[in-house]
Protein backbone atom coordinates (compact mmCIF):
# COMPACT_ATOMS: atom_id res chain seq x y z
CA UNK A 1 0.00 0.00 0.00
CA UNK A 2 1.06 3.33 -1.16
CA UNK A 3 -0.17 5.86 1.37
CA UNK A 4 0.91 9.88 0.01
CA UNK A 5 -0.28 13.02 1.75
CA UNK A 6 -0.61 15.93 -1.13
CA UNK A 7 -1.19 19.30 -0.23
CA UNK A 8 -2.62 22.24 -2.57
CA UNK A 9 -1.70 26.06 -1.72
CA UNK A 10 -0.95 27.55 -4.84
CA UNK A 11 -3.65 30.74 -4.47
CA UNK A 12 -6.67 31.14 -2.21
CA UNK A 13 -7.69 27.45 -1.33
CA UNK A 14 -5.61 25.53 1.52
CA UNK A 15 -6.37 21.98 0.73
CA UNK A 16 -5.04 18.44 1.82
CA UNK A 17 -5.52 15.11 0.75
CA UNK A 18 -5.01 11.51 1.00
CA UNK A 19 -3.99 8.79 -1.91
CA UNK A 20 -3.22 5.35 -1.95
CA UNK A 21 -2.61 3.21 -4.67
CA UNK A 22 -4.80 5.63 -6.76
CA UNK A 23 -7.37 5.83 -4.94
CA UNK A 24 -8.39 9.62 -3.32
CA UNK A 25 -9.45 8.69 0.18
CA UNK A 26 -9.85 12.09 1.28
CA UNK A 27 -9.47 15.91 -0.33
CA UNK A 28 -10.33 18.82 2.38
CA UNK A 29 -10.57 21.97 1.27
CA UNK A 30 -10.86 25.31 3.08
CA UNK A 31 -11.82 28.50 1.45
CA UNK A 32 -10.85 31.60 2.07
CA UNK A 33 -13.46 34.30 2.16
CA UNK A 34 -11.21 37.35 3.68
CA UNK A 35 -10.45 37.99 -0.46
CA UNK A 36 -14.20 38.65 -0.96
CA UNK A 37 -14.05 42.19 0.86
CA UNK A 38 -11.09 43.47 -1.64
CA UNK A 39 -12.67 42.15 -4.79
CA UNK A 40 -9.67 39.73 -5.33
CA UNK A 41 -6.93 38.09 -3.99
CA UNK A 42 -4.81 39.90 -1.36
CA UNK A 43 -1.21 37.30 -2.27
CA UNK A 44 0.00 38.97 1.53
CA UNK A 45 -3.80 37.77 3.33
CA UNK A 46 -3.71 34.38 1.14
CA UNK A 47 0.00 33.75 2.45
CA UNK A 48 -1.18 34.63 6.28
CA UNK A 49 -4.78 32.32 5.65
CA UNK A 50 -2.74 29.26 4.14
CA UNK A 51 -0.24 29.28 7.40
CA UNK A 52 -3.70 29.31 9.79
CA UNK A 53 -5.41 26.77 7.50
CA UNK A 54 -2.77 24.19 6.59
CA UNK A 55 -2.40 22.02 9.94
CA UNK A 56 -6.26 21.69 10.68
CA UNK A 57 -6.41 20.59 6.48
CA UNK A 58 -3.60 18.46 6.97
CA UNK A 59 -4.99 16.91 10.49
CA UNK A 60 -9.01 16.64 9.12
CA UNK A 61 -7.57 14.60 5.58
CA UNK A 62 -5.95 12.22 7.81
CA UNK A 63 -8.35 11.79 10.32
CA UNK A 64 -11.01 10.93 7.25
CA UNK A 65 -8.83 9.29 5.08
CA UNK A 66 -8.31 6.92 8.64
CA UNK A 67 -4.37 6.92 8.07
CA UNK A 68 -1.72 8.30 10.63
CA UNK A 69 1.60 10.05 9.74
CA UNK A 70 3.63 6.63 9.84
CA UNK A 71 1.20 5.21 7.11
CA UNK A 72 2.43 7.71 4.68
CA UNK A 73 4.84 6.92 2.64
CA UNK A 74 5.71 10.42 0.25
CA UNK A 75 4.37 14.03 0.77
CA UNK A 76 3.40 15.79 -2.01
CA UNK A 77 3.22 19.53 -2.91
CA UNK A 78 2.30 22.40 -5.40
CA UNK A 79 5.21 23.87 -6.28
CA UNK A 80 3.80 26.23 -8.95
CA UNK A 81 2.49 28.00 -10.93
CA UNK A 82 0.77 30.20 -8.13
CA UNK A 83 1.80 33.21 -5.67
CA UNK A 84 5.17 32.95 -4.36
CA UNK A 85 4.25 33.75 -0.63
CA UNK A 86 1.33 30.82 -0.88
CA UNK A 87 3.56 28.47 -2.44
CA UNK A 88 5.83 29.42 0.21
CA UNK A 89 3.61 27.68 2.91
CA UNK A 90 2.51 24.55 1.53
CA UNK A 91 5.96 23.98 0.49
CA UNK A 92 7.67 24.78 3.78
CA UNK A 93 5.25 22.62 5.32
CA UNK A 94 5.69 19.45 2.90
CA UNK A 95 9.67 19.88 3.34
CA UNK A 96 9.17 20.08 7.22
CA UNK A 97 6.72 17.29 7.57
CA UNK A 98 8.85 14.79 4.85
CA UNK A 99 12.03 15.53 6.47
CA UNK A 100 10.67 14.83 9.85
CA UNK A 101 9.36 11.50 8.56
CA UNK A 102 12.13 10.50 6.22
CA UNK A 103 10.25 10.13 3.29
CA UNK A 104 10.04 11.05 -0.15
CA UNK A 105 8.99 14.44 -1.19
CA UNK A 106 7.09 14.82 -4.37
CA UNK A 107 6.78 18.61 -6.38
CA UNK A 108 3.79 18.57 -8.28
CA UNK A 109 2.76 21.58 -11.34
CA UNK A 110 -0.78 22.90 -10.48
CA UNK A 111 -1.83 23.11 -14.20
CA UNK A 112 -0.64 19.11 -15.20
CA UNK A 113 -2.48 18.26 -11.75
CA UNK A 114 -5.64 20.08 -13.15
CA UNK A 115 -4.98 17.60 -16.38
CA UNK A 116 -4.78 14.38 -14.29
CA UNK A 117 -7.73 15.51 -12.01
CA UNK A 118 -10.03 13.27 -14.26
CA UNK A 119 -8.37 10.24 -12.98
CA UNK A 120 -9.63 10.54 -9.58
CA UNK A 121 -12.65 8.53 -10.99
CA UNK A 122 -14.35 6.98 -13.58
CA UNK A 123 -14.59 7.93 -16.91
CA UNK A 124 -10.86 8.16 -17.89
CA UNK A 125 -9.99 9.36 -20.88
CA UNK A 126 -7.37 7.39 -23.13
CA UNK A 127 -3.80 8.39 -23.92
CA UNK A 128 -3.45 10.91 -25.94
CA UNK A 129 -6.02 13.29 -25.53
CA UNK A 130 -6.44 17.08 -25.81
CA UNK A 131 -7.49 19.29 -22.31
CA UNK A 132 -8.56 22.62 -22.75
CA UNK A 133 -6.95 24.35 -19.56
CA UNK A 134 -9.15 27.26 -18.63
CA UNK A 135 -8.73 29.00 -15.02
CA UNK A 136 -8.06 32.46 -13.55
CA UNK A 137 -4.61 32.60 -14.59
CA UNK A 138 -4.49 29.75 -17.77
CA UNK A 139 -5.99 29.37 -20.60
CA UNK A 140 -4.29 26.23 -22.83
CA UNK A 141 -4.72 23.32 -24.67
CA UNK A 142 -2.62 20.67 -24.00
CA UNK A 143 -1.81 17.45 -25.83
CA UNK A 144 -1.40 14.54 -23.12
CA UNK A 145 0.29 11.91 -24.50
CA UNK A 146 1.02 10.17 -21.07
CA UNK A 147 0.09 11.18 -17.35
CA UNK A 148 3.67 12.80 -17.18
CA UNK A 149 4.07 13.94 -20.71
CA UNK A 150 1.73 16.90 -21.78
CA UNK A 151 2.65 19.20 -24.61
CA UNK A 152 1.01 23.03 -24.44
CA UNK A 153 -0.05 23.52 -28.78
CA UNK A 154 -2.10 26.66 -27.58
CA UNK A 155 -2.45 29.11 -24.99
CA UNK A 156 -3.66 32.63 -24.17
CA UNK A 157 -1.10 35.52 -25.24
CA UNK A 158 -2.37 38.00 -22.89
CA UNK A 159 -5.22 37.81 -20.34
CA UNK A 160 -6.65 33.92 -19.33
CA UNK A 161 -10.16 33.60 -19.86
CA UNK A 162 -11.05 33.28 -16.14
CA UNK A 163 -9.95 37.10 -15.54
CA UNK A 164 -12.33 37.89 -19.08
CA UNK A 165 -15.00 36.51 -16.57
CA UNK A 166 -13.59 38.03 -13.30
CA UNK A 167 -13.70 41.28 -15.31
CA UNK A 168 -16.93 41.54 -16.68
CA UNK A 169 -18.30 40.60 -13.12
CA UNK A 170 -16.57 43.28 -11.78
CA UNK A 171 -17.15 45.99 -14.46
CA UNK A 172 -21.29 44.49 -13.57
CA UNK A 173 -20.70 46.01 -9.74
CA UNK A 174 -20.87 42.26 -9.23
CA UNK A 175 -19.32 40.52 -5.69
CA UNK A 176 -16.08 38.34 -5.86
CA UNK A 177 -15.65 35.69 -7.02
CA UNK A 178 -17.46 37.08 -10.05
CA UNK A 179 -17.16 34.37 -12.75
CA UNK A 180 -19.57 32.15 -11.06
CA UNK A 181 -22.20 34.96 -10.67
CA UNK A 182 -21.43 35.60 -14.39
CA UNK A 183 -22.55 32.16 -15.48
CA UNK A 184 -25.81 32.03 -12.82
CA UNK A 185 -27.50 35.52 -14.47
CA UNK A 186 -26.09 33.64 -18.11
CA UNK A 187 -28.74 30.90 -17.71
CA UNK A 188 -31.50 33.39 -17.48
CA UNK A 189 -30.26 35.75 -20.10
CA UNK A 190 -30.47 35.85 -23.98
CA UNK A 191 -26.83 35.51 -25.72
CA UNK A 192 -27.85 37.21 -28.73
CA UNK A 193 -28.99 39.97 -27.35
CA UNK A 194 -25.86 42.01 -26.83
CA UNK A 195 -22.87 40.44 -29.22
CA UNK A 196 -19.25 41.26 -28.77
CA UNK A 197 -16.23 40.77 -31.24
CA UNK A 198 -14.09 37.61 -31.22
CA UNK A 199 -10.34 37.92 -31.35
CA UNK A 200 -8.73 36.79 -33.87
CA UNK A 201 -5.15 34.84 -33.42
CA UNK A 202 -2.97 32.72 -35.02
CA UNK A 203 -2.74 29.25 -34.78
CA UNK A 204 -4.52 27.51 -32.21
CA UNK A 205 -3.47 30.60 -29.68
CA UNK A 206 -6.23 32.46 -27.54
CA UNK A 207 -6.52 35.96 -26.88
CA UNK A 208 -8.75 37.79 -24.56
CA UNK A 209 -7.62 41.17 -23.55
CA UNK A 210 -10.13 42.60 -26.60
CA UNK A 211 -13.30 41.33 -25.31
CA UNK A 212 -12.54 42.97 -21.60
CA UNK A 213 -11.92 46.38 -23.64
CA UNK A 214 -15.16 46.05 -25.85
CA UNK A 215 -17.19 45.07 -23.02
CA UNK A 216 -15.80 48.14 -20.86
CA UNK A 217 -16.56 50.75 -23.38
CA UNK A 218 -20.23 48.76 -24.09
CA UNK A 219 -21.14 49.46 -20.64
CA UNK A 220 -19.63 53.22 -20.78
CA UNK A 221 -21.81 53.66 -23.72
CA UNK A 222 -24.86 52.50 -22.63
CA UNK A 223 -25.19 53.40 -19.06
CA UNK A 224 -24.11 56.73 -20.21
CA UNK A 225 -27.30 56.87 -22.16
CA UNK A 226 -29.17 55.07 -19.45
CA UNK A 227 -27.73 54.59 -15.71
CA UNK A 228 -30.44 51.50 -15.42
CA UNK A 229 -29.13 49.88 -18.48
CA UNK A 230 -26.45 46.95 -16.25
CA UNK A 231 -29.14 46.60 -14.13
CA UNK A 232 -32.33 45.83 -15.89
CA UNK A 233 -29.95 43.68 -18.80
CA UNK A 234 -27.38 42.13 -16.49
CA UNK A 235 -28.84 38.60 -17.57
CA UNK A 236 -28.46 39.21 -21.28
CA UNK A 237 -25.14 41.37 -20.98
CA UNK A 238 -23.85 37.89 -19.07
CA UNK A 239 -24.98 35.94 -21.50
CA UNK A 240 -23.64 37.48 -24.42
CA UNK A 241 -20.09 37.94 -22.57
CA UNK A 242 -20.36 33.89 -21.57
CA UNK A 243 -21.38 33.23 -25.21
CA UNK A 244 -18.46 34.90 -26.76
CA UNK A 245 -15.85 33.73 -24.70
CA UNK A 246 -17.13 29.81 -24.79
CA UNK A 247 -17.39 30.35 -28.33
CA UNK A 248 -13.69 31.15 -28.76
CA UNK A 249 -12.87 28.58 -26.25
CA UNK A 250 -14.49 25.99 -28.55
CA UNK A 251 -13.25 26.97 -31.93
CA UNK A 252 -9.70 26.40 -31.38
CA UNK A 253 -10.63 23.16 -29.48
CA UNK A 254 -12.16 21.75 -32.68
CA UNK A 255 -9.78 23.23 -34.66
CA UNK A 256 -6.65 21.13 -32.46
CA UNK A 257 -8.94 17.82 -32.67
CA UNK A 258 -8.95 18.28 -36.62
CA UNK A 259 -5.15 18.92 -36.71
CA UNK A 260 -4.48 16.31 -34.49
CA UNK A 261 -6.97 13.56 -34.77
CA UNK A 262 -7.75 13.41 -31.32
CA UNK A 263 -11.16 12.17 -30.42
CA UNK A 264 -10.65 12.37 -26.88
CA UNK A 265 -11.85 15.85 -25.25
CA UNK A 266 -11.84 17.25 -21.56
CA UNK A 267 -11.68 20.32 -19.55
CA UNK A 268 -9.85 21.24 -16.63
CA UNK A 269 -9.77 24.31 -14.38
CA UNK A 270 -11.52 26.50 -12.39
CA UNK A 271 -13.51 27.61 -15.47
CA UNK A 272 -14.75 24.03 -16.42
CA UNK A 273 -16.99 24.46 -13.67
CA UNK A 274 -18.87 26.95 -15.83
CA UNK A 275 -22.59 25.18 -16.47
CA UNK A 276 -22.04 27.26 -20.42
CA UNK A 277 -18.86 25.67 -21.16
CA UNK A 278 -19.99 22.24 -20.12
CA UNK A 279 -22.82 22.56 -22.04
CA UNK A 280 -21.74 23.92 -24.68
CA UNK A 281 -18.74 21.34 -25.01
CA UNK A 282 -20.82 17.91 -24.72
CA UNK A 283 -23.26 19.70 -27.96
CA UNK A 284 -20.21 19.68 -29.89
CA UNK A 285 -19.11 16.45 -28.77
CA UNK A 286 -21.77 14.65 -29.65
CA UNK A 287 -21.85 16.36 -33.29
CA UNK A 288 -18.77 15.89 -33.87
CA UNK A 289 -18.21 12.39 -32.27
CA UNK A 290 -15.94 13.27 -29.65
CA UNK A 291 -15.41 11.23 -26.67
CA UNK A 292 -15.98 14.31 -23.75
CA UNK A 293 -14.56 14.12 -19.92
CA UNK A 294 -15.78 16.85 -17.85
CA UNK A 295 -14.80 16.42 -14.68
CA UNK A 296 -16.75 16.61 -11.27
CA UNK A 297 -17.09 20.28 -10.10
CA UNK A 298 -15.39 19.88 -6.74
CA UNK A 299 -12.24 18.62 -9.16
CA UNK A 300 -12.51 21.74 -11.02
CA UNK A 301 -11.83 24.06 -8.55
CA UNK A 302 -8.28 24.19 -7.05
CA UNK A 303 -7.66 21.16 -4.64
CA UNK A 304 -5.45 19.01 -2.97
CA UNK A 305 -7.08 15.75 -4.67
CA UNK A 306 -5.83 16.64 -8.38
CA UNK A 307 -2.47 17.30 -6.49
CA UNK A 308 -2.78 13.45 -5.02
CA UNK A 309 -3.65 12.02 -8.67
CA UNK A 310 -0.38 13.53 -10.37
CA UNK A 311 1.53 12.78 -7.32
CA UNK A 312 0.49 8.96 -7.60
CA UNK A 313 2.05 8.85 -10.93
CA UNK A 314 5.30 10.43 -9.59
CA UNK A 315 5.92 8.06 -7.48
CA UNK A 316 5.63 5.48 -10.04
CA UNK A 317 7.94 6.74 -11.63
CA UNK A 318 10.22 7.78 -8.39
CA UNK A 319 9.91 11.37 -9.28
CA UNK A 320 11.19 12.36 -6.05
CA UNK A 321 12.30 16.04 -5.16
CA UNK A 322 15.36 17.24 -3.17
CA UNK A 323 14.60 19.34 -0.05
CA UNK A 324 16.67 22.10 -1.61
CA UNK A 325 13.76 22.78 -4.50
CA UNK A 326 11.85 26.03 -4.01
CA UNK A 327 8.77 27.00 -5.45
CA UNK A 328 8.30 28.51 -9.14
CA UNK A 329 5.46 31.01 -9.40
CA UNK A 330 5.70 31.16 -13.13
CA UNK A 331 6.14 27.26 -13.62
CA UNK A 332 5.50 26.07 -17.01
CA UNK A 333 3.38 23.11 -17.84
Given at each position: MTTILAIESSCDETSAAVISNGQLRSNIVATQLIHQKYGGVV???????????????????????????????AIAFTRGPGLLGALLVGASFAKALALGLDIPLIEVNHMQAHVLAHFIEEPRPAFPFLCLTVSGGHTQIVLVRGPLEMEVIGETQDDAVGEAFDKTAKLLNLPYPGGPLVDQYAQKG??????????EMPGLHFSFSGIKTSVLYFL????????RFVEENIADICAGVQHTLIKMLLQKLRKAAKQTGISDIAIAGGVSANS???????????????????????????????????????????????QTISPMPRMAI
Open positions: PELASRAHQQHILPVVEKALKDAKVSKKDLNNPSAFPFPISQSRTKEDPGLRKSLREMGEKDGWNVYIPRFEYCTDNAGMIAMAAHFKFQQKQFAE
